[in-house]
Structure formats: structure tokens, C-alpha cells
């Protein structure tokens, strides 16, 4: 997986570092964290990180350029799966309604086309959650259909 930082306009998303993904686990605060950050889902994959440290994974950390501050992550669900990756993504109560994730998401979905296999990136939401479902949409992916998982029915947009 690429080690480089993704630069938006106003973002930076840099790869989970190890000790990073640890702090969070051992629910430390960092100073350059925003003070909401980490979320539960943060969290979870922090965890899923230290786990695994050794399996090339996809996730980074949202860092606002103006502040330093970590206010999210985004990420690529790893391994592919015939040419296709699944991403996900967060950011911290304080930070949204700011375009952030949207930014984030057109980033993270260039980045991963250009991933040697990768032929689709898609991302699964509750159709509930309307403000996720208005950051795919304005980051350009397209409704295509259902998917069932542990959390009942998703719907599954894909990039265009």
C-alpha cells in the first residue's frame, strides 16, 4: 500500500502510522488530535490496525492543513475483491458540515484507481443517513443497488 500523503485543499491524508493506531488503542490524547478525535470509529479500526500490523491496509488519518489537527480517518477496505475495493470514512462531530469528507472521499477514490487490480471503488451506507448518502453523491459515485451485511440492508454506490 502507498506510503504517500494524499494533499487536498484542505486536507492532508496520511497513512496510519503504527504508534498512531497503538496511542489510540491505549486511549491516549495526542496534541495534535482535535479534541473530539478518536470517534468509536476510529477506534475500531485503530484496533483493527494493531491487530494486524503486518497486512498492507488503506486507512488514513484526516489532517486539517490550516490546524494540524487529526479530525478523521478515511480509508480502503483491503484486500480486493475481483478488482473491486470498498472505502470508508469519518470525521469528528467539531469538523463536519465543512466539505471535509466529501474532499476526502474524491481524493481516497482517485488514489485508489490508480491502485494496480483496482476496476471498481464503491462504499456502502445506511440509506438513513442522509448526510453520508449527500457525500458520496457529491463526490460523485453513483447509486447501484443493495447489499445485505450485519447491519440490515446498505445501499452501494459506486465511483463513476
Not at 1 to 23: F, G, N, Q, Y
Not at 27 to 54: Q, S
Not at 63 to 91: C, H, M, N, Q, W
Request: net charge neutral; proline share 8%; charged share 25%.
Amino acid at each position: 500500500m502507498s506510503s504517500i500523503d494524499l494533499i487536498t485543499d484542505r486536507l492532508v491524508l496520511r497513512p496510519w502510522p503504527a504508534e498512531e493506531a497503538a496511542a489510540v488503542v491505549a486511549g491516549e490524547r495526542r496534541p495534535h488530535w482535535a479534541a473530539d478525535f478518536p470517534a468509536a470509529g476510529d477506534r475500531l479500526i485503530a484496533g483493527l490496525l494493531t491487530r494486524k500490523p503486518e497486512q498492507p491496509h488503506g486507512h488514513r488519518l484526516m489532517i486539517e492543513r490550516e490546524t494540524g489537527l487529526t479530525v478523521g480517518a478515511i480509508g480502503l477496505k483491503l484486500p480486493l475483491v475481483d478488482g473491486s475495493v470498498e472505502f470508508g470514512y469519518g470525521v469528528v462531530p467539531s469538523r463536519r458540515c465543512r466539505g471535509y469528507t466529501t474532499e476526502a472521499a474524491r481524493a481516497l477514490v482517485a488514489h485508489a484507481r490508480t491502485l494496480p487490480g483496482v476496476v471498481r471503488v464503491y462504499a456502502t451506507v445506511d440509506p438513513a443517513n442522509v448526510p453520508s448518502v449527500r457525500v458520496l453523491e457529491k463526490a460523485g459515485l453513483r447509486p447501484d443497488g443493495v447489499v445485505d451485511s450485519d447491519e440490515g440492508p446498505l445501499h452501494r454506490y459506486v465511483a463513476e
